[in-house]
């Protein structure tokens, strides 16, 4: 049986947020695993794996923004759709980058005091997809929404 448009785009949308949600858990437990003694190459393999959920999570949020805008507000749309990831990004970098999480001098408790509360607040992230309402919504026509 084929599966219609509109119902194929919501699965895509709420797997693509399952996937990277899960995604940033894996690589915030990888972080977990880093220490003092960590060699540098254990750091180099760690590091991509952590960018690696971005992709699902930016086709998340794309998906909806290019099935629901106005299609002569597009441009607007996905403009301020990019305009606060970046933001969200560079605020939730503010404290790392400020020295707040590691305080004077980096340490490995620097490094796992944001990545356990990042895995904490992580860990609800894959329940939003099955409990998003919203979602119901990606691909529908616009008049039956």
């Known amino acids: ?5 509109p ?5 895509g949308c709420a797997a693509s947020c399952f996937v990277g949600a899960v995604g ?13 003694g960590s060699p540098v190459w254990i750091l180099l393999v760690v590091t991509p794996i952590c960018g690696v959920p971005q992709g699902p999570n930016s086709l998340a949020l794309q998906n909806p923004v290019s099935h629901q805008a106005d ?8 403009g301020l759709m990019g ?19 590691s305080g004077a ?13 990042m895995l904490g607040a992580g860990a609800l992230f894959p329940l939003l997809p099955l409990f998003d309402r919203g979602l ?3 691909g529908a026509p616009v008049h039956s929404r």
């Open 71 to 78: 299609p002569g507000r597009m441009g607007s749309s996905a």
């Open 83 to 101: 305009t606060f990831m970046y933001l969200g990004s560079m605020v939730a970098s503010a404290p790392t980058a400020t020295g707040a999480a």
């Open 7 to 11: 119902t194929g785009r919501r699965a």
């Open 24 to 36: 940033r858990l894996a690589a915030r437990a990888l972080v977990l695993t880093l220490g003092a």
């Open 136 to 138: 119901r919504h990606v």
């Open 105 to 117: 001098h980096t340490s490995t408790g620097g490094l796992h005091r944001p990545a356990w509360f």
């Open 1 to 5: 049986m084929a599966v219609s448009a």
